[in-house]
């Protein structure tokens, strides 16, 4: 798909391109993090798709760095999207607390459908991060069962020290 492309371009690419990528993935993201309110409901919301798109590239380079920053990205998007999912939740089952019972109605299921329009359009985008982070993820440590010179069995395990230092320090 268009994710796939990504790692091609990167690793065919001059060091400028590179640089490019970085660039690029800085801008995108610091962008939808500081404006995304602005933007993702109005008349841009397509051009918000075809950032996530681009991010998603990026987040497939096998590059460290730039797999840092997007990820950065991810989790703060996703933090961000839990947290609005809960709040309109948590107003949903208050329901209405003022006098105005009409206009609070009609407020939740404004909330209620933007969140649902929300949680659309991106499904396919989430849905692809998801795998790729699978894909990406680290590796379970490997066990193996040795005999020692004294004739005892002893569990020996392996991990995968760098894929995890990755993970721990985003």
Known sequence: ????????????GSDDDEQFFMHACTFLSTFLQRHLTVVEDGVYSEFVIQAYLHLLGMTNVDEEELFKSCLEFWASLTGNVLVSWKQENSRLMLGPQTDRADEDAQLTELLHNTTAVY???RSEIFDELRQLL?????????????QTDNGEFVKQTMHDVEAQQLYNTT
């Open 119 to 121: 949680m659309t359009r």
């Open 1 to 12: 798909q268009f994710v796939e492309g990504y790692p091609a371009l990167y690793e065919s």
């Open 134 to 146: 699978i894909k990406k993820m680290v590796k379970p440590e490997e066990v193996i069962v040795v």
